[in-house]
C-alpha cells in the first residue's frame, strides 16, 4: 500500500544513514509536501507492519541498571539513588527491547535470509592460524567439539553440528547491562 511506503521510507532513511533524531525531525519542515510524520508514529506503523513488538523497559537515568526483576518495583536506583519517574510520572530512561525469537522467525520464513543463515556450516572455510570471520576464534573451533548440555544434562549432539543452529552475539550500544558501578563513581 502506498501510504505504508510513505512510512517505510524516511524510516529506512534515518535507519540505514543513522540519522539523528533532531535531524529527523526537521524534514517535515524541510520537505512540507512529503507528510512525514513524528518519529514515533513511523516507529509504531513500522512496529505494526513488521509483527514486533518492542518491549519497553524503565532503566536508570545513569545506565546502572534495568528496573526489572528484583528492582521491578524500585522508585530509585538501588546504586547511584537517581529517581526512576520524572516530575510528571514518566520514566527517565527507556530501553528499547525487539525480542529475538520473532525475529529469527522472519529470517528463517525469507528463503534468502535463511540460506544467508547457513553461511557458517555451507560457505565459511576455515584456515587453521588465519581469522577472517568470528567462526575462526578459538572459542567458536572449541565448541564444535563440545557436547550440548542443558540443566547439567549431557545431550546427544554438539555445538553447531546442524547446519540450521544460530550462533547469537550481544551488542550493548551504549547501554551497559553488565556495567558494574562503584558509589565513587557518582
Not at 55 to 82: E, I
Not at 111 to 132: F, N, S, T
Request: charged share 25%.
Amino acid at each position: 500500500m502506498e501510504s505504508d511506503l510513505e512510512i517505510l521510507r524516511p524510516f529506512a532513511l534515518k535507519v540505514e544513514t543513522n540519522m539523528p533524531g533532531t535531524t529527523f525531525a526537521k524534514l517535515p519542515y524541510a520537505f512540507p509536501r512529503s507528510h512525514i510524520g513524528s518519529w514515533k508514529t513511523i516507529q509504531s506503523r513500522v512496529a505494526q507492519l513488521s509483527g514486533f513488538e518492542p518491549q519497553l523497559y524503565h532503566c536508570c537515568v545513569n545506565s546502572c541498571c534495568a528496573f526489572t526483576g528484583p528492582h521491578a518495583d524500585s522508585q530509585v536506583c538501588p546504586y547511584c539513588k537517581a529517581d526512576r519517574y520524572d516530575p510528571n510520572g514518566r520514566p527517565r530512561k527507556l530501553f528499547v527491547y525487539l525480542p529475538v525469537i520473532p525475529r529469527l522467525k522472519a529470517y528463517l520464513a525469507n528463503l534468502d535470509m535463511a540460506k544467508k543463515m547457513q553461511y557458517r556450516a555451507k560457505e565459511h572455510i576455515h584456515e587453521p592460524g588465519v581469522i577472517k570471520d568470528v567462526m575462526d576464534s578459538e572459542h567458536y573451533r572449541a565448541l564444535l567439539a563440545k557436547a550440548v548440555t542443558v540443566d547439567g544434562k549431557v545431550l546427544n549432539h554438539k555445538f553447531f553440528e546442524d547446519i540450521r543452529d544460530v550462533a547469537l552475539g550481544l551488542s550493548t550500544d551504549g547501554f551497559a547491562p553488565c556495567y558494574s558501578r562503584s558509589e565513587e563513581a557518582h
